[in-house]
């Protein structure tokens, strides 16, 4: 999408001029972008109408020419929605395939649509519209799958399961809390989803090819129809910016490496070797060769999606690093990488809101594995700490000596002899055994953000009064 042309063209060959003899087909084909940018033709239409509405009501263009476009251009729209009209590829793209329509359908009236603007602000307008829309989907999608958490994390709030540092049985947790940890990710997710919309709700309709028009146009007329705050205040930055598809594609990388890494954690958990979870047939494939096979493919193609979303931003960010101001063709190159990403986000939301609703959990599994590896040993040095007194450095010392013991002797801290025990340290009494039960640990936990079910209840219903 290059810089355009107030007047509109009477045959398929744009520029006229030096270059009547028209574009090589490798220059139609490098420089067409019809192909992908068809899919801003709500956002371009919305636009247009919004344009020549406050032309007219600016007195640049007359009421009946006004009323012409207007008419024609939702015309148009049925037409695409339809499925009726024919895009063409010698008219470049979806602003062009749109206005020779329209000169079709309504004669000269057209070619005052484009007065006061350029292709230039034109696809700004329309690529910001489509990124604002699609923010808020995103929004929406967040919002049903921190719900889906949301209920999982009330009905296994006590639920005992291991909780992990570096893939090792660290200490005891409840699923319930580990459910709230995506709710706290998916909830920052959302929170920069917001921010976005609120950052890029500007109009850049009438900042024209790069230097704003001579013409008495109403920008904040055409904001407000185009439902955003205020109009951009600067006319070269306007054309040139594409930081809200940066922002867009950002948002989604980090968004798309949460949904992975929950992604992760269901391969994992649905293996025969942890058992943690069981997902329905249909969030599963079988093998073609081995029969007792059920893989986690949903997953998987989760976990992949966020190869895709990364190589999206990347690539952006590899156009816009170098450009001049303002526009330059190069900019053509954004708009499928948003529309990839947007599309593999959505899906991948999507699956996930499912796989959560959908999976069963095997509490008897989570909590045998809970306490295996000595999960209870820290609770065992926080006793000595708060019961003998000792320092906690020396409480670490000892409950090492005392893990020590437990692996010798094949056993769980819980089945160790008190008399054992306190070969080891005098202060250690029988009471010690009420905080080497998983259960004893959990519902010791209770610091504001901890794993006891009764602060787990707390932040979800902290996260359930929130919008």
Not at 176 to 181: P, R, S
Request: proline share 3%; charged share 25%.
């Amino acid at each position: 999408m290059a810089d355009g042309s107030s007047e509109t063209k009477s045959s398929n060959q744009m520029w006229g001029g030096r270059f009547a003899s028209g574009p090589a087909s490798i220059m139609e084909e490098i420089n067409a972008s019809i192909g992908f940018d068809k899919k801003l033709y709500a956002q371009d239409i919305r636009g247009s109408i919004a344009h020549a509405t406050m032309l007219a009501q600016q007195g640049i263009i007359s009421a009946e020419d006004k009323d012409k476009i207007v008419h024609g251009l939702n015309a148009i729209l049925s037409e695409i929605e339809a499925g009726a009209f024919e895009f063409s590829r010698r008219l470049e793209d979806i602003h062009m395939n749109i206005e020779a329509r329209l000169a079709a359908l309504i004669g000269p009236a057209a070619g005052r649509l484009h007065t006061a603007r350029s292709r230039n602000d034109q696809v700004a307008l329309d690529f910001r519209l489509w990124v604002k829309e699609e923010l808020q989907k995103t929004d929406a999608a967040l919002t049903a799958l921190i719900a889906a958490f949301l209920d999982r994390a009330e009905e296994h709030a006590e639920t005992v399961m291991p909780g992990f540092t570096h893939l090792q049985t660290a200490q005891p947790v409840t699923f319930g809390h580990h459910c709230m940890a995506y709710v706290e990710m998916f909830g920052r997710d959302r929170a920069r989803v917001r921010h976005a919309i609120e950052h890029m709700d500007e109009s850049p309709i009438g900042a024209a090819a790069l230097a704003g028009t001579g013409f008495p146009i109403d920008r904040h007329m055409t904001a407000r129809a185009l439902g955003f705050r205020e109009p951009t205040r600067n006319s070269i930055d306007t054309v040139s910016d594409r930081d809200f598809a940066l922002e867009f594609l950002a948002i989604a990388a980090i968004a798309a490496t949460h949904l992975s890494r929950l992604a992760e954690e269901i391969v994992i958990w649905s293996t025969p070797q942890f058992g943690f979870i069981r997902l329905s047939d249909a969030f599963s494939t079988g093998s073609s060769i081995m029969p007792q096979k059920k893989n986690p493919d949903a997953a998987e193609l989760v976990r992949a999606k966020t190869g895709r979303v990364n190589g999206s931003l990347i690539a952006l960010l590899t156009v816009m690093k170098g450009l001049p101001l303002a526009y330059s063709k190069d900019m053509q190159e954004d708009k499928e990488q948003v529309f990839d990403a947007a599309e593999s986000l959505e899906l991948a939301i999507a699956a996930m809101t499912g796989m959560v609703r959908d999976l069963t959990v095997r509490a008897d599994r989570m909590k045998s594995a809970a306490g295996s590896g000595y999960s209870t040993a820290t609770d065992l040095a926080d006793w000595l700490v708060r019961e003998a007194g000792l320092p906690f450095r020396d409480a670490h010392h000892v409950t090492g000596r005392v893990v020590a013991l437990a692996e010798e002797k094949g056993c769980d801290l819980a089945d160790l002899p008190l008399g054992e025990l306190q070969a080891i340290h005098s202060a250690i009494t029988d009471k010690v055994f009420g905080v080497l039960t998983v259960e004893a640990s959990v519902a010791s936990r209770t610091s504001f953000g901890g794993t006891a079910p009764s602060e787990v209840r707390k932040q979800i219903a902290w996260w359930r009064a929130r919008d």
